[in-house]
Structures are given as structure tokens and as C-alpha cells.
Nanobody
Framework: QVQLVESGGGLVQAGGSLRLSCAASGRTFSTWIMGWFRQAPGKEREFVAAIRGSRRYADSVMGRFTISRDSAKNTVYLQMNSLKPEDTAVYYC??????????????????WGQGTQVTVSS
């Protein structure tokens, strides 16, 4: 069974930075698509970034966030710079094991972490 465990969330002032980590266990995942999503209170879960060979970002985070992976450590990272109050949300790591095209739709991903809170104060 695959487990995804996020860490690195917290409280930061606007303009600051955080790095989220997602450690995967149970299987190797070098060919899987790994993604980050977020969900703010009262809103739907939304796509943030994904990586396999290529990377894809939501327009709202382009140029500020960077997704990367370390296959040797089975870990995916999300470096978040120039944070804004509207980035406040629970951030989820997700894995798509189906080997299909990269997707921004949550239901495409079959494994999820428990989430980590990111709060950006103004």
C-alpha cells in the first residue's frame, strides 16, 4: 500500500517562503505523476503543480512555486516563494499511478496524503 506523508507547512508572512515535502513509501514511484493540490475553506480542491518528466503549474503559482522530485529518496518537494495570503490552504500531495497523461483533475490521482496547513498572513 502506498503512503504519502506531507510536511513543511506552517505560518509565514506575505512575501515569505516555505518548502513542502511529500515522502512516499510502499512502492517506487519514479514513473508516476506526482502532484500538489490545495483546498481553502469553503472552496474546491484545486491543482497547484505536477511532475513526471515535465512540470506543470497552475497559472496562479507560475513563477513563484517550483515542484521537484528526488527519486532516490522517494520524495517530492514544492518550493513556494513570494507567498500571498490567497495561497492559504491545506496542501495535499497526490500520486497518479495510471501512467496516463498529466492531469489537473483531482479524481485522476489515486493516492493522497493527509494534507499540511499553509497559512500566509498579510
Amino acid at each position: 500500500q502506498v503512503q504519502l506523508v506531507e510536511s513543511g507547512g506552517g505560518l509565514v508572512q506575505a512575501g515569505g517562503s516555505l518548502r513542502l515535502s511529500c515522502a512516499a513509501s510502499g512502492r517506487t514511484f519514479s514513473t508516476w505523476i506526482m502532484g500538489w493540490f490545495r483546498q481553502a475553506p469553503g472552496k474546491e480542491r484545486e491543482f497547484v503543480a505536477a511532475i513526471r518528466g515535465s512540470r506543470r503549474y497552475a497559472d496562479s503559482v507560475m513563477g513563484r512555486f517550483t515542484i521537484s522530485r528526488d527519486s532516490a529518496k522517494n520524495t517530492v518537494y514544492l518550493q513556494m516563494n513570494s507567498l500571498k495570503p490567497e495561497d492559504t490552504a491545506v496542501y495535499y500531495c497526490a500520486a497518479d499511478s495510471t501512467l496516463g497523461p498529466m492531469s489537473t483533475i483531482p479524481r485522476t490521482y489515486d493516492y493522497w496524503g493527509q494534507g499540511t496547513q499553509v497559512t500566509v498572513s498579510s
